[in-house]
Each structure stands twice: as structure tokens, then as C-alpha cells.
């Protein structure tokens, strides 16, 4: 296959949207969009902008949960990734249902049917990558609503129906697509 060389800010190549959600250091629910976050065996990494207020509070808190919404919640998706908790609590702009986690000092987004629940162990922030903030945490608790797993008491995947962030800096705005 033959290719030229592109000249693209980024390239995100389809990360599954989550919405990671905490309470901030006055105990206040707060929830914030994510694409970049992957998962290893019993450890979480999320890479957030170091500005942000998610990065700022989990830093301190500690606990948060990684929520998985399905492709009906574009709206709350949208709100939670335009506005920053330091001005709104998003749970209730964005209508959503903080649920208290029963393993980790953190709510769960009622609405999203998986939840992961987690603490964290590791800050990496490099001069090199200036503004960007990697959360390595643990992951203390994974819960599912019983609609989303088989008989089996695994992932049903027929059920699933995520959606994915593909970018290139390019284009102003979001392009969701599954
Ligand atoms: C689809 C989508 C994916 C996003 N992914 C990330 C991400 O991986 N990391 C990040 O820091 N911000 C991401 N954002 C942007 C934040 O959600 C946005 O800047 C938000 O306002 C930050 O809020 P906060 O200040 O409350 O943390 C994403 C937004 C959208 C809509």
C-alpha cells in the first residue's frame, strides 16, 4: 500500500469516549469527557490535559471512576466535554445520576451500564509533553448492569454500542463515529 507523509497535529485512530467522574476536594460530583485511556490487566491509564479541572482534582482525590456510555448519551458526552467543572457541576447540567461507588471514594454515572472503578498510584508529567498529565491507577472494582453481560456473567457484546473518537486537529469540533 502506498503512502505519503501527512502532516496532521494528531492522529487519534478511534478511542472509545468515557466520562470519568469524582467528587472534587469539597466532596461535589464532578464528571468530565475522555477518549484517551487504556486498560491492562488490574491497571488504568488516562491521559488528561494538565490544565483541566478532572486532572487538577484527581490529583488530590485520588478516586475516580471510568464510565462507559453508549452511543444514546452523545448529548451528555458533548456537554461534559465543553465545559469545565471548575465553572459547573456537570452531573447536573448534563441531567446525569451520581451513584456513590461502594469500593472507591467516587461516584458512578448512573446512566453508562459499566463502570470501573479506581485508585490512583502514579502521576507521569513530562517536560518533554508539556500540559499533559497520565493518571496510572488501580482498578479496585468493575461493575455492569446485568443487561450488558451473558448467561455466562460476561460481556455480552451484542449489547455494546459505544462510541468511538477518531481526530486529526484538523477538523474544529468532534467527529464521532462507531
Ligand atoms: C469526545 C471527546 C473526547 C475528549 N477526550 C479528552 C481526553 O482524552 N483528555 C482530555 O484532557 N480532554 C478530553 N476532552 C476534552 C475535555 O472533556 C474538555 O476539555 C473538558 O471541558 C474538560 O473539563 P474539566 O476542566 O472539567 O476537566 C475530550 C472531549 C470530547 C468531547
Known amino acids: ?39 491492562l490487566k488490574n491497571m488504568m491509564m488516562v491521559g488528561l490535559s494538565s490544565k483541566g479541572f478532572a486532572a487538577q482534582q484527581i490529583k488530590e482525590v485520588k478516586d475516580f471512576v471510568i464510565n462507559l456510555p ?11 466535554g465543553s465545559h469545565s467543572g471548575r465553572d459547573a ?11 456513590k461507588s461502594s469500593v472507591v471514594n467516587a461516584p458512578i454515572v448512573g446512566e453508562c451500564p459499566i463502570a470501573i472503578e479506581c485508585t490512583l498510584k502514579d502521576v507521569i508529567e513530562s517536560d518533554h509533553f508539556g500540559g499533559l498529565t497520565n493518571l496510572m491507577a488501580e482498578i479496585k472494582g468493575r461493575c455492569a448492569d446485568e443487561g450488558y453481560l451473558s448467561a455466562e456473567g460476561g460481556l455480552e457484546l451484542s449489547r455494546l454500542d459505544p462510541i468511538h473518537y477518531y481526530g ?8 464521532f463515529t462507531v
Do not use: H, W
Open 1 to 39: 500500500m502506498e503512502k505519503i507523509s501527512v502532516n496532521l497535529e494528531k492522529l487519534y485512530y478511534g478511542f472509545p469516549v468515557v466520562l470519568i467522574s469524582f467528587y472534587d476536594q469539597n466532596g461535589v460530583p464532578n464528571v468530565t469527557t475522555v477518549s484517551s485511556t487504556y486498560t
Open 70 to 80: 453508549m452511543r444514546t448519551m452523545e448529548q451528555e458526552i458533548g456537554i461534559c
Open 89 to 99: 457541576n456537570k452531573f447536573d447540567l448534563a441531567m446525569l445520576t451520581p451513584v
Open 168 to 175: 486529526d486537529g484538523k477538523t474544529k469540533g468532534f467527529k
